[in-house]
């Protein structure tokens, strides 16, 4: 009987789930040697930190997903940083084909309790939580480095 019920019912499931683990792990392996975030602690706009990035590394950070979220939280330490993300339709500051191709996580969003506001533009704070912010604020910020 439970070598019935091992290979019917828990067989499958082991299989299933180390499937899906090891699809997690290659996800963040290949993000993780593809980006790396740069915490940079002058206090700019978004716009002026947006055009510091694109100078001295590639663009505003992109957070596409929670390793990303962790990795991005443990670069900034204390401080709330300016990210890539910003309205219009709430995108990130590269272009769509400079995403991940083929990736939905653009879509993977940590915003804080009632947010987003009528403000333009994304502060990642320590606690991981997203703000929207306006784009005029001074503040330190996280660009990414590397091509993705």
Known sequence: ??????SCFLLPIFVIISICSLLDVSDLQSDQTIRQFRHVSLAKNWSDAQTYC???FSDLAAILNAANGTEA???AGTSRVWIGLFNGTWKW???E???SPGSSSSM???WSFNEPQDRKCTLLSKTGFWFAKDCGDLNEFLCYDGES
């Open 73 to 75: 939280r443990q670069a």
């Open 108 to 110: 993977f969003t940590v």
């Open 97 to 99: 084909n400079q995403l």
């Open 1 to 6: 009987f439970f070598r019935f019920l091992f």
């Open 93 to 95: 500051s590269q272009d």
């Open 54 to 56: 694109r100078e001295k």
